[in-house]
């Protein structure tokens, strides 16, 4: 069947779709002429199906203008393009034979891909896409006011009317004891679906749990009074952790606090043994056990000379005996002058739940971000007697540093709900989002899909207030000084404020450098250091594994000496409202549940050396993305692409990506058109080729801009590299000839038998 033909494909595909009607095949043929790939999908045929050019009154030759459209398609705007010119009221097809023909369609293509068929895979995207609208809001959705549910930063949306996925868990009447679980994708309106359901089943009394205060007190805005919304800690502090009053610890508890509890041991650092010790805790109070054993303890931990070791199982041992003291002094109710035995959050939670409280005044609870809670908070709320409503984004785990499990996986349930079209962005937003999932994390039973508004990922042509999301802090800094120099600064937002990023410890660490001007350090822990000077510090946050120490140290050697006039710059050109800034910069932790109308991707996410010719020519098997990576690490990405609403402008990674998928975005043009505006020749680096002037189409690159300002211009690709890039779509470009270019040797490529079965097909 040809160099990229499938070997098999399921049997009846083809037959299905022949078995479409086409009652009058001239109406329909006139409501085709009105697509704006329609002349492209006539010579294509005319190419390539010689014998059916000159049969247009045909049904045949109805199916393949529509087969041609649908591999000539830009995007999904160009199916539902083909959807409006069927639905005409000229047209002859109805609702039931467009659907038909666009299942069999989406049908045929995903064999193909299933079968190895060397295709994008945004051909069968930009049908099932198109399908899903189709089946989910035939008609306009109609409004219904609710004057507590509006547009903001967090996505809470007016409530439209809801889709069959969101009917689906409304009509769902929950029992007690019973788990429901619903994975939410990015913008699906999971919080909105909620308060629909609250608002459902009146009769009963719920718990929202929320994952931070600031998210529930937005609940307590807009969900009706049936719903109680609370945090688990502030639950925890009612019950329990307002009995330590002055003894709570309001920070977190860490190495350096640790260390001066721990006897000397010879040979081995304070610090490092000091972290051992919080990393067990840690690891305790986020579990469900009720003592601390050698299982919470770290596997690996980090010697003197910094090299990452295995723990050896008697270390363990005293490392459960050290933090079985420091616990059994936590509890204790009287003060203490040492702060490594106050209380802490996470501490006073532990001991609710190891006090198996009954929430037995409540319905139904509903956990939101529950791919966020540790196994503790699980074990409380699963422990109670009533239903229970699991609802969040097992791919925005973002948490797992704190002990968080992803409970929408590991929990047992008793039914499962999906939330999959995002009302956040369009279709190209959407298919990048889409493509993470499917590409980096496997997921093949569940597509990501958007609303029907217009989405960029081109980064061309960006104005207005963007948004840049980084993986750290250290980017998040660099990015602020750029764009606050020069003659014009920017203003900027720095998410979560100025004290939160932690601007003046940054200045702090820089006076550790320059004790002879005996400058005030403001900040309680790095005062500790004055007398060390900032090499100590560094060892200490080496040792401990403090990560967020080390960024800000390794801002300080970085820039040095422009430290205070950075930091006043930037505190200058801070805005405490992002609707006044030109810039809102940050991590993804901080982006985590917002929005943005454009968003940047930094260049400082997960990075794989990919080899650039097996993205640039189309080997047969493209190399796969290493296993290796932390699941964190894809999630990261995942968020910050899809907290775009209009416009997303991607890093060079990203686009690699996509590139896996034979994603190039490559556009078709006729070549009497190109001509008219410019000379034949290939745009592709190291090509020297000329494109044949008796080509019918030709494939033309889209022009690019990449998060680190580099440009891709708009180009036309010559038969050899629209080979190379598309596989066998690139023969529909009628060129007599397939060159190659000069490094590889001559080969003549034939049209595969595959794309006469597309177009024949239909």
């Not at 009720?290 to 295995?310: D, F, M, S, Y």
């Not at 229970?388 to 097992?394: H, K, Q, R, T």
């Not at 005062?527 to 080496?542: H, M, Q, T």
């Amino acid at each position: 069947m040809g160099k990229w033909a499938a070997e098999s494909y399921p049997d009846g595909c083809v037959a299905d779709v022949r078995s479409c009607h086409c009652r009058d095949p001239t109406a329909a043929l006139a409501c085709l002429k009105r697509h704006s790939l329609f002349l492209k999908a006539e010579v294509c045929i005319a190419k390539n199906l010689p014998d059916l050019d000159g049969r247009k009154e045909k049904p045949a030759y109805v199916r393949a203008v529509m087969a041609a459209i649908v591999l000539l398609a830009g995007g999904v705007r160009d199916i539902q393009e083909l959807v409006g010119c069927l639905q005409r009221p000229s047209s002859p097809m109805s609702l039931m034979d467009i659907l038909e023909v666009l299942y069999s369609t989406a049908t045929l293509l995903y064999a193909m891909r299933k079968n190895e068929v060397q295709i994008s895979n945004r051909l069968h995207y930009n049908v099932f896409y198109c399908l899903y609208h189709l089946e989910t809001f035939p008609f306009s959705p109609a409004v219904k006011h609710n004057p507590k549910l509006s547009s903001g930063k967090r996505g809470l949306r007016p409530v439209l009317q809801p889709t069959s996925e969101q009917q689906q868990i409304l009509n769902h009447a929950l029992a007690p004891g019973e788990v429901v679980k619903i994975v939410a994708f990015a913008g699906t309106g999971k919080t909105s679906t909620l308060i629909q359901y609250a608002t459902r089943w009146s009769e009963l009394n719920f718990l929202y749990l929320a994952f931070n205060k600031t998210i529930a007190q937005q609940a307590s805005q807009v969900f009706p009074a049936n719903v109680t919304c609370k945090t688990i800690h502030s639950l925890a502090f009612a019950e329990v952790g307002r009995h330590y009053g002055r003894k709570l610890n309001l920070g977190s508890l860490t190495s350096y606090l640790v260390s001066f509890v721990l006897s000397n041991r010879q040979g081995q650092s304070p610090f490092i043994r000091a972290k051992t010790v919080v990393q067990t805790l840690a690891a305790f109070f986020a579990s469900a056990d009720v003592a601390i054993t050698v299982e919470h303890t770290p596997i690996w931990c980090k010697n003197n000379r910094g090299q990452k070791v295995l723990v050896e199982e008697h270390e363990k041992h005293i490392i459960v005996e050290e933090a079985k003291q420091i616990w059994a002094k936590m509890k204790e109710l009287g003060p203490t002058e040492e702060v490594a035995h106050r209380m802490t959050h996470d501490g006073y939670l532990k001991l609710w739940q190891l006090q198996k409280p009954s929430l037995s005044n409540y319905d139904a609870i509903l956990v939101d971000e529950a791919q966020d809670c540790t196994p503790a908070v699980m074990d409380i709320v699963l422990s109670q007697t009533c239903g229970v409503i699991l609802v969040g984004d097992p791919h925005q785990q973002i948490y797992t540093f704190r002990g968080a499990v992803n409970s929408l996986l590991n929990v047992p349930h008793s039914r499962i709900f999906y939330l999959t079209q995002s009302f956040r962005f369009g279709s190209e937003i959407a298919y990048v989002g889409a493509t993470l999932l499917d590409v980096c994390k496997k997921v093949g039973n569940k597509t990501l899909v958007g609303n029907n508004q217009e989405s960029d990922v081109s980064g061309v042509g960006v104005e207005g207030k963007v948004a840049r999301l980084s993986r750290n802090n250290q980017t998040v800094f660099e990015d602020a000084v750029n764009v606050t120099g020069g003659n014009s600064p920017a203003k900027i937002h720095l998410l979560g404020g100025l004290k939160a990023f932690g601007l003046e410890k940054i200045h702090d660490l820089w006076k550790l450098l320059h004790p002879e001007l005996k400058l005030e350090v403001k900040d309680f822990f790095i005062k500790r250091w004055v007398e060390k000077g900032l090499a100590s510090i560094k060892d200490y946050a080496e040792k401990s594994e403090d990560k967020q120490l080390e960024i800000k140290i390794g801002i300080v050697e970085k820039y040095r000496e422009r430290i205070p006039e950075l930091v006043n710059r930037i505190r200058q050109c801070h805005v405490w409202h992002p609707e006044d800034a030109d810039y809102i910069l940050g991590t993804v932790h901080k982006a985590k549940g917002l929005e943005f109308d454009t968003v940047q991707i930094s260049g400082d996410f997960v990075s794989i050396p990919f080899t650039w010719p097996y993205l640039g020519r189309f080997p047969r098997n493209p190399p796969a993305l290493p296993e290796a990576i932390p699941e964190d690490e894809w999630n990261l990405l995942y968020v910050a692409v899809t907290r775009a609403k209009k416009r997303l402008v991607m890093s060079r990674f990203l686009a690699d990506i996509l590139k896996v998928t034979k994603e190039y975005y490559v556009r078709f043009e006729l070549t009497e058109e190109v001509c008219k505006k410019m000379s034949l020749w290939c745009s592709e680096h190291g090509c020297c080729n000329s494109i044949p002037a008796d080509s019918l189409l030709i494939p033309e690159r889209m022009n690019f801009v990449y998060t680190d300002g580099t440009r891709i211009p708009e180009g036309l690709l010559c038969p050899s590299c629209a080979v190379w890039r598309l596989g066998p779509i690139a023969q529909l470009t009628g060129s007599p000839t397939m060159e190659q270019d000069t490094t590889s040797p001559p080969e003549n490529i034939e049209v595969p038998s595959m794309v006469h079965i597309l177009l024949e097909a239909f």
